[in-house]
């Protein structure tokens, strides 16, 4: 097979893994316009005549989406900032200094990130039920948002750390600055493209949280979006088209985010891949 078949064969394959990927979100936007009859047509219609846009102010209005999306973000920032704060010097330390205890503390990182939320919901909501710790529902799910999301954040920025050739740390060394002058204004701005990349993929997971939110946040006023569509849907449900059109308005701003920022995301993500 020619190089330029190989490329052909390669391109249709990338097509139809996009329009793979892609299709759920086009039948989410399509169904969120249509009509309750049109949703339930037999065969299925791909497109729709008659698109009923007053649909989003109706949902907006009616369910308070501002709220929800607004306790998403408190959510997600609160996590980025804890993570990133704690994330960053832990993800230096294991990148810089190498032995078996750092080897040890890395393996049990990694560890971490297998875990699922919902094996570790039991005991985060029994030990900050035991320290009160509930009484502040939105900063106990930040907690637990950031452990859960910590691991991939070292992961990736020690990745970063790594790339950073030690010669000029060691040449800030020489020239008088204490280590920490040298990770402040050697190490932090060569490395700030990747901490930024992890920290803005950190805002996804933690903007899309369901499990913590749904266990510790009982009052509606402070749930974020995930809980609120999950409220939403119940057994007798028939208005799909508001339940689709709430999770258009959810997944918008962050799907909007990624896109704008994809260029900036797999340049940080492959930053360490190569030294």
């Known amino acids: 097979m020619s190089e330029t078949m190989k490329y052909r064969l390669l391109f249709v394959i990338a097509v139809v893994l996009a329009i793979v990927y892609l299709f759920p979100l086009y039948w989410m936007y399509l169904n969120s316009l249509k009509t ?7 065969p299925p219609t791909f497109h729709t005549s008659n698109p009923q846009w007053q649909v989003y102010g109706d949902v907006w209005l009616g369910l308070n989406i501002g709220r929800y999306i ?3 973000v408190v959510i997600a920032t609160g996590t980025v900032a ?13 990148a810089r200094y190498r032995n078996i205890w750092i080897d040890i ?33 939105r900063f106990a799910v930040i907690l637990a948002t950031a452990a859960k999301t910590m691991p991939f954040f070292v992961v990736l920025v020690r990745a970063t750390f790594m790339s950073v050739p030690q010669e000029l740390e060691e040449a800030a060394l020489v020239d008088g ?16 493209n990747g901490i930024l990349v992890a920290a803005i993929l950190i805002f996804m997971q933690a903007f899309g949280e369901f499990v913590y939110s749904k266990s510790m946040i009982q009052n509606i006023e402070l749930q974020p979006s995930s809980v609120g569509l999950y409220s939403f ?23 909007a985010v990624f896109v704008l920022l994809q260029r900036r995301i797999v340049s940080g ?7």
């Open 177 to 192: 600055n204490s280590r920490v002058g040298a990770f402040f204004n050697i190490v932090l701005p060569l490395a700030r």
């Open 70 to 72: 607004w306790n998403s």
């Open 105 to 137: 503390g890395l393996f049990l990182v990694l560890m971490l990130q297998v875990l699922p939320a919902s094996l570790m919901i039991t005991p985060i909501f029994v030990g900050f039920s035991q320290i009160g710790v509930l009484g502040f529902p």
């Open 82 to 94: 804890l993570v990133t704060i704690l994330g960053t010097g832990l993800a230096y330390v294991l």
């Open 36 to 42: 309750t009859s049109d949703m339930f047509a037999t």
């Open 269 to 275: 993500l492959t930053s360490g891949a190569l030294k």
């Open 233 to 255: 849907i119940g057994p007798n449900t028939s208005e799909w088209n508001k339940i689709m059109a709430f999770a258009a308005m959810y997944v918008t701003p962050i799907l």
